[in-house]
Nanobody, 116 residues
Framework: QVQLVESGGGLVQAGGSLRLSCVASGSIFSKNSAMGWYRQAAGKQRDLVAV???????NYVDSVKGRFTIPRDNAKNTVSLQMNSLKPEDTAKYYC?????????WGQGTQVTVSS
C-alpha cells in the first residue's frame, strides 16, 4: 500500500507562483515507477499536468510547458510541482499520482485557485 500526501495549494494572483509537494510512504519502489501531478477543474475530467519517471524523464502538458517544473527526490520519495506565471485557467484541484507495475495511487488533492 502507498500513501500520498500533498501540500502547498492555495490562492494566488495571476502571474504568481506556487509550489506543490507530495510525499509518498509505504511500499515505494524507486525503479520503474513514475510520479506525477494531475488536475481537475470543476466539471471537467482529471488531466495530466506533468510526470517524471524514476529515471528522470519528464513530460508536460503543452499548456504548462515553460511555466511548470516537476522535480523529484527518489531518496526522499517526494515529488514537487513548481508553478510559475500562473493563469486563471490553472485553477483546479491538483492530485499527486504514483504509478508502478500497472497500479495507480492517488493523493487526496490540493486546491489551487488563481485569481485574475
Amino acid at each position: 500500500q502507498v500513501q500520498l500526501v500533498e501540500s502547498g495549494g492555495g490562492l494566488v494572483q495571476a502571474g504568481g507562483s506556487l509550489r506543490l509537494s507530495c510525499v509518498a510512504s509505504g511500499s515505494i519502489f524507486s525503479k520503474n515507477s513514475a510520479m506525477g501531478w494531475y488536475r481537475q477543474a470543476a466539471g471537467k475530467q482529471r488531466d495530466l499536468v506533468a510526470v517524471i519517471t524514476s529515471g528522470g524523464s519528464t513530460n508536460y502538458v503543452d499548456s504548462v510547458k515553460g511555466r511548470f517544473t516537476i522535480p523529484r527526490d527518489n531518496a526522499k520519495n517526494t515529488v514537487s510541482l513548481q508553478m510559475n506565471s500562473l493563469k486563471p485557467e490553472d485553477t483546479a484541484k491538483y492530485y499527486c499520482n504514483y504509478r508502478v507495475a500497472g497500479y495507480n495511487y492517488w493523493g487526496q488533492g490540493t486546491q489551487v485557485t488563481v485569481s485574475s
